[in-house]
C-alpha cells in the first residue's frame, strides 16, 4: 500500500518532535503554524487505539501548543478528517487576527493557496 504519510516520515527533517506513537511535523500548507500530528505507524481510525496511545496523544498535543505559542496565535483548531489520505492524523489549524473564524477558516486553510496572515 502506498500511504503519503508513512512516506512523509521517511525524511526525518520535517520532523518537530516524535514520541514512541506520534509524529509532529510541519504541514506543507501555505499558513504559519500549521501542523500536522500523525499517528507513526499505519493505522485508519481511533477505535482500538490503547491507553498510552492517547496519554502519548496528550504529550505530542502539548508539545504543539507549546510551538504554537511562538506564532501566537488567536485561536488553534483540531481537526481529524482522515478521508483523503486514511492514515491517522490530526491538522492543527492557527487562526490569526483578522482571519475567517470556524468552519470557513479550516476549509480555506486545507485548501489550496491558503493566504498567510498579515
Request: proline share 5%; aromatic share 10%; with cysteine.
Amino acid at each position: 500500500m502506498n500511504c503519503s504519510i508513512c512516506d512523509a516520515h521517511k525524511n526525518e527533517t520535517e520532523i518537530l518532535f516524535q514520541n514512541d506513537d506520534w509524529i509532529l511535523r510541519k504541514a506543507e500548507q501555505n499558513l504559519d503554524g500549521y501542523l500536522y500530528l500523525e499517528l507513526r505507524r499505519h493505522v485508519e481510525s481511533w477505535f482500538g487505539l490503547g491507553i498510552s496511545v492517547f496519554e502519548n496523544y496528550g504529550r505530542a498535543i502539548h508539545q504543539a501548543t507549546e510551538i504554537l505559542k511562538e506564532y501566537n496565535p488567536e485561536k488553534m483548531y483540531i481537526v481529524a478528517i482522515a478521508e483523503r489520505v486514511p492514515h491517522l492524523h490530526v491538522h492543527l489549524i492557527p487562526r490569526y487576527e483578522n482571519q475567517d473564524k470556524g468552519l470557513d477558516h479550516i476549509a480555506k486553510a486545507t485548501g489550496p493557496g491558503f493566504p498567510k496572515p498579515m
